[in-house]
């Protein structure tokens, strides 16, 4: 059996002739010769077999056009609803309510903490460090004058270990 769908438009107006079979337009759509009835009964454009024809005749762009327009898509199920857009957006709405609401019970109970809050603290923690380092040399170089190589080591040390637990407390 020929897969191919006969399509001839009539000469005189431009009309589709209706040539292919209830059979062909199935095996086209991979549906059910039944689905292919149910819908002429729904009002899927075809002509009535006449004499000479055994059964429906069906112009396959007709078919197509129809189904666009009646939301049919062959599959098994339901249509899908026009209002599923809608549903889809309330759903995620939803959603990012009940996430929020998570979020801000984890952040009560203690189990996150706000990532702005600690980052400027961080950076305030990080400016302290760096301007104490920068202004060392300028502390330590009265007391180190007079001082052998061990002695200003020492002094050094003491110093930014007394940086690093400004910072720790910070």
Same mark, same amino acid.
């Given at each position: 059996?020929?897969?191919?769908? $006969? ?9 589709? $002739? ?10 086209? &759509? ?94 305030? $923690?990080?400016? &302290? ?14 007391? &180190? ?26």
């Amino acid at each position: 059996m020929s897969t191919r769908a $006969k399509t001839t438009r009539s000469p005189s107006c431009g009309i589709p $002739k209706r040539e292919s079979t209830t059979e062909e337009v199935a095996e086209l &759509l991979d549906v059910d010769r039944a689905t292919i009835l149910r819908w002429s009964g729904e009002g899927l454009p075809h002509d009535k077999p006449q004499k000479k024809q055994a059964g429906n005749r069906y112009d396959v762009a007709e078919v197509a056009a129809w189904m666009k327009a009646n939301n049919r898509t062959g599959e098994v199920g339901r249509p899908a609803d026009s209002d599923s857009a809608l549903v889809g957006h309330k759903t995620r709405k939803e959603k990012a309510l009940a996430d929020r609401y998570e979020r801000e019970n984890a952040v009560a109970a203690g189990l996150l903490i706000d990532a702005a809050a600690e980052q400027k603290r961080d950076i305030q $923690k990080i400016t &302290l460090v760096r301007n104490r380092l920068c202004g060392l040399g300028a502390a330590l170089s009265p007391q &180190l004058e007079g001082l052998d190589g061990a002695q200003r080591q020492s002094a050094i040390d003491a110093a930014v270990e007394e940086i690093l637990q400004e910072f720790s407390r910070a």
